[in-house]
C-alpha cells in the first residue's frame, strides 16, 4: 500500500466517525452542499450521468434535464452520507426507514420456507441500508462488490459492511466469486447483486429504456444453475416528514422464471425481465439512478 492511499484510508475514517456524529440535518446539510458545488463544477461524472440521464428520459428539455441531473446528484449524495451513517442504525431504526412494496410478500415466504432467493439489483437508491435491514429482518446477505480504489477504502467498506453480519466477496482481485455464491445458494442463501452494468465483459446485451446496455449474467445464471428464485429489486428514496433523512423505498418486481430456448437464450430473456422492471423505476425515479458511468453501448463518454 502508498503512502497515499494509506493517507486516504485515514482520512476516509475520520471522515467517517466525524459524520456519524453531527447531528442528522447538520450531516445532510453538509452532503447537499457538496452535491450543488459538484453539479456546478460539471465533472466527466456529473457529464456522463447527464448523458445517460438524456437517453432515458429524451423528452426533458435542456433546463428540465440540468435540474434532474442536480437532483441526482442530491440523490448520489444522500446515499454516502446514509453509508457513512449506518454505524448509528440499530435493527429498530433500519426497519423504520425502509418500505417494502411489489411482490416482497412472495419473496419473503420464499426467505421464511429456507430457500434461496437471488435479487438482480440497479445502482439505485441506498442498497447498503436494504443489506443491512436483510440481515437482521430477511436473511443474511451474501454479495459481490466492486473493488474501490484506494484499497484501504475497499477494505474499510468490506470490514464495515461484515460487521453487520454481510458476507462481502470481492469482484476481482480474489477468488472466483462464482463457485461461492453458488455455495451460500446450496444452503438457503440470500443474494443481492448489483447487475444493471456489467463489470466483467462477459454480460449480455439488452434494451434498458428503449437504448441498448450491456448488463451481468450473473442473477440469470445463478437461478438457472441452482434452481434459486429470481426477483428485480429497484430501490429508490421517499421524504419522511420533518426529517432531513429520506425512507428508502424497495420495490419487489415480479419473479422471473426462464424462457423457452437455450441456456444462452433463457439467461438473456430473464435478464432482459429484471432490466425491464428497473427500467420502469429509472424512468420514474430517474434522479435516484447514481449511474456516473457508461450505461449504454455506444453511449459516449
Partial sequence: MT???RAEGL???????LVCRLPERMAYGAFDRVARSLHRRNSASVQQM???YALVRPELSARELDALVA???SSYLRYWCDAFRLPRETPATLDDRIRLTGHDAEARAIVDRGEPLILFLGH??????CGAWATDH???VTTVAERLKPESVFDAFV??????GMRILPLTGGDNAYPQLREAISRGGF?????DRDLTRSGVEVDLCGNRTRAAAGPAMLALDTGAALFPLAITYEPIPGRAAQRVVARFGARVLPPNGSAEEQVRGMTQQCVDSLGETIRTHTQDWHMMQRAFVGGAR
Avoid: K
Fill in 3 to 5: 503512502l497515499r492511499d
Fill in 11 to 17: 482520512a476516509y475514517r475520520a471522515a467517517w466517525r
Fill in 50 to 52: 447527464r448523458t445517460n
Fill in 71 to 73: 437532483e441526482g446528484v
Fill in 124 to 129: 439505485l437508491g441506498n442498497w447498503d441500508h
Fill in 138 to 140: 430477511f436473511a443474511p
Fill in 159 to 164: 470490514e464495515f459492511r461484515e460487521s453487520m
Fill in 191 to 195: 443474494v443481492p447483486l448489483l447487475a
